[in-house]
């Protein structure tokens, strides 16, 4: 809305100056009606824009709006972050094959600074193939990397000199993080809002809740897909990438850790939190994603008898807690919670 305001008023004035640029030696001359008209016309389009500017700006700048806008980005970055096929390199994989660190490697250093904000990890694939070697990545989308700080290990050690730009240039660095390959940036921004509103400045519980069934939606859409795996195979099965993708417990503790720490005296805060628990535990299907959930549920329990001073309050979330536990159905997973 703001970039078709600002086209309009700039093409209305750019126009309305070459008209009178060719009229100026031409005083005797009639007016070009054409001209004048299509200024006219420009102008009372200027007019009705400005108007739709002005609701535009106003509804823009509400908290579930931005806060929607927001979502949207998060659920199109994890359509495009966790495809429902698999990468490639992963579908050969030969289950013999055993990573070995104690061969002798060597360590790829970063050339520049910045943000990563994506990363060819089908180049890095191939470069991979190509000199038969391991690749380990030690950085992942969103991570901050600095100058000659290692960025890749490479096993057998070969020398990294003749590969080091390679390596390198599958890295797009930037001073921000984007959603392009980082899901989990998109979380930060919504748990950022909710956090923002519950500071003591501004005590907005409403909005850190209208977050939460935000993050609750990206987290249900989160737990349906793959996520990608930690190592990659070339054709013939051995071994070539070893990565640190991210996981549905990462999403998890980026959503669910910082709100819970900030919000644990808000009744209300707290008790929306343990619900959007409950809704996500609807939706998961891996032990996984089970065990992390009821992991955070235990500890908006635990730190409900400490943040809220009312006994109904803790007996509610207590309640709620036992109903997540119910859905989890935790017998399932024989690994320990904490």
């Known amino acids: 809305g703001t970039q078709v305001t600002l086209g309009t008023f700039t093409s209305t004035f750019i126009f309305c100056m070459l008209v009178l640029l060719h009229l100026a030696d031409k005083a005797e001359q009639p007016l070009p009606q ?4 299509v200024a006219l016309l420009l102008g009372l389009t200027s007019f009705a824009v400005l108007i739709y500017f002005i609701n535009h700006v106003a509804v823009s700048i509400q908290a579930p709006v931005l806060v ?22 992963s579908a050969h994989k030969n289950s013999e094959i055993i990573f070995n660190s104690e061969l002798d490697s060597c360590v790829v250093m970063a050339l520049a600074s910045g943000y990563i904000q994506a990363r060819d990890d089908d180049r890095l694939l191939q470069i991979a193939t190509e000199h038969n070697i391991i690749l380990q990545l030690l950085s992942q989308p969103g991570d901050f990397i600095v100058t000659n700080t290692p960025l ?4 057998p050690d070969t020398g990294v000199g003749n590969i080091t730009n390679t390596i390198n240039a599958a890295f797009i660095l930037g001073s921000n993080r984007t959603l392009v390959q980082d899901v989990t940036f998109g979380i930060n921004e919504l748990v950022e809002v909710a956090i923002r509103a519950l500071s003591p400045a501004i005590n907005d519980p409403f909005t850190a809740m209208t977050c939460l069934d935000w993050l609750g939606s990206a987290l249900c859409h989160a737990s349906a897909r793959p996520f990608p795996p930690s190592k990659l195979f070339d054709l013939q099965g051995n071994l070539r990438l070893v990565r640190s993708p991210v996981t549905f417990t990462s999403l998890a503790d980026a959503a669910f850790n910082q ?21 996500v535990s609807q939706c998961v299907k891996t032990a996984e994603q089970r065990k992390a959930l009821l992991h955070h549920a235990t500890l908006v329990e635990r730190g409900c008898h400490f943040g809220l001073p009312e006994k109904s309050d803790q007996d509610t979330v207590t309640r709620c807690y036992q109903k997540v536990k119910a859905l989890l159905d935790m017998d399932k997973i024989n690994t320990p919670l904490l």
Request: aromatic share 6%; charged share 20%; net charge positive.
């Open 34 to 37: 054409i001209s004048v008209n």
């Open 152 to 155: 890749a290990t490479v096993w």
């Open 259 to 279: 709100i819970r720490e900030y919000g644990r005296t808000s009744s209300s805060v707290t008790l929306r939190l343990m619900q959007t628990i409950q809704v």
């Open 68 to 89: 929607s806008r927001v979502s949207r980005e998060l659920h199109a970055a994890i359509d495009h972050g966790l495809p429902d096929y698999p990468d490639k390199g």
